[in-house]
Antibody, heavy 121, light 107 residues
Framework: EVQLVESGGALVQPGGSLRLSCAVS????????MSWVRQVPGKGLEWVAN????????HYVGSVKGRFTISRDNAKNTLYLQMNSLRADDTAVYYC??????????????WGQGTLVTVSS | DIQMTQSPSTLSASVGDSVSITCRAS??????LAWYQQKPGKAPNLLIY???VLESGVPSRFSGSMSGTEFTLTISSLQPDDFATYYC?????????FGQGTKLEIK
């Protein structure tokens, strides 16, 4: 059974940092690109970042470039999102998701349950 | 970035009805388009990829089509479990974008 389990969400002050983790099981993590997608409660989905199978290529939405870093540890089957200089508009549920096929252009076929990040003083 | 304009934002229908949701891309994206269903408090669930390919396990009452830069999700014979929010998603570039969502409500 495929499982993606996020952790690390918390209440953090503006300007603070947080690292999210996503533990993966049930498929060959090292063969798939991975994504982070976020959702402000009650609002729509926003793609945040993608990372290639080996971590050698990364892409970000413009609003997080220079502040967020996506990474992965294939030995631990874990995806990360390091979030620095957090702002109130980063408040959202953060989901990790796997790309369906083997490549960087694909639908997201498995998702975690999400972890809530709240940025507030 | 590619913009995805999804309509309608809200749709009211009854069990047994057939409904359609549309997404228009701001530029050509080939068939790199997916549809997801999301229920309150849950993660999105992939329904369709490559514009018209049904994900394994998804009921056949869901179907997808495309014409140029316009993409349509059709749900025939609505079931009670289908009332949820639906999103389109383009993955033609590394900068993914989602539609704004369509909330399908019971009339």
């Amino acid at each position: 059974e495929v499982q993606l389990v996020e952790s690390g969400g918390a209440l953090v002050q503006p300007g603070g940092s947080l690292r999210l983790s996503c533990a993966v099981s049930g498929f060959t993590f090292s063969r798939h690109w991975m994504s982070w997608v976020r959702q402000v409660p009650g609002k729509g989905l926003e793609w945040v970042a993608n990372i290639k199978e080996d971590g050698s290529e990364k892409h970000y939405v413009g609003s997080v470039k220079g502040r967020f870093t996506i990474s992965r540890d294939n030995a631990k089957n874990t995806l990360y999102l390091q979030m620095n200089s957090l702002r109130a508009d980063d408040t959202a549920v953060y989901y990790c998701a796997s790309l369906r096929g083997f490549g960087g252009y694909d639908a997201l076929d498995s998702w975690g349950q999400g972890t809530l990040v709240t940025v507030s003083s | 970035d590619i913009q995805m304009t999804q309509s309608p934002s809200t749709l009211s229908a009854s069990v047994g009805d057939s409904v359609s949701i549309t997404c228009r891309a701001s530029q050509r994206i080939s068939n790199y388009l997916a549809w997801y269903q999301q229920k309150p408090g849950k993660a999105p669930n992939l329904l369709i990829y490559k514009a018209s390919v049904l994900e394994s396990g998804v009921p056949s009452r869901f179907s997808g089509s495309m014409s140029g830069t316009e993409f349509t999700l059709t749900i025939s014979s609505l079931q009670p479990d289908d009332f949820a929010t639906y999103y389109c998603h383009q993955y033609n570039t590394y900068s993914y974008t989602f539609g704004q969502g369509t909330k399908l409500e019971i009339k």
